[in-house]
């Protein structure tokens, strides 16, 4: 896998799209992100798969029960990372907007809560798979 990386300048202040990158070629990009509602502390996940010419390969949206923005972003990335595995994807580019997942997946960001370090652990695992 190239990267894992936060891509935080992709998006305005109301969480709209104002440009996409393409990966490098040969590569799949990844874009995942997770959403959660302040009131009913729903958790959303989506991602989309797409080629170096932006060509949609696939994608993938999820409601996941109740948590925090944080754990949405970081299902997201895991959600990502198996959906795009499990198509044989193996030269793969991962974007996600949240500083606060990437910050923890690099544990450069301190937490005991046990439900992120069980998370982060997963999504670990899956970024040591045999990824080209």
């Known amino acids: 896998m190239e990267a894992v990386e936060g891509d935080l300048d992709s998006h305005d ?12 070629t040969g ?13 009913s502390r729903a958790m959303f996940t989506g991602g989309v798969l797409r080629d170096v010419n932006g060509g949609w ?13 944080l754990m949405a972003e970081l299902l997201a990335v895991r959600k990502g990372l198996d959906f ?18 990437l910050h923890l997946l690099r544990a450069t960001f301190p937490t005991t809560e ?15 798979l045999d990824w080209e």
Do not use: H, M, Y
Request: one cysteine or more.
């Open 27 to 39: 590569f799949i990009k990844l874009n995942v992100d997770g959403s959660f509602c302040l009131q």
């Open 13 to 24: 202040g109301n969480g709209s799209s104002i440009w996409w990158s393409p990966p490098s």
């Open 114 to 128: 046990t439900g992120f370090v069980e998370l982060a652990a997963d999504i670990i695992k899956l970024l040591k």
């Open 84 to 101: 795009a595995w499990n198509r044989g994807v193996k030269k793969l580019l991962c974007e996600l907007d949240s500083l606060e997942a």
């Open 57 to 69: 390969l696939g994608g993938f949206s999820s409601q996941e029960g109740v948590g925090s923005v």
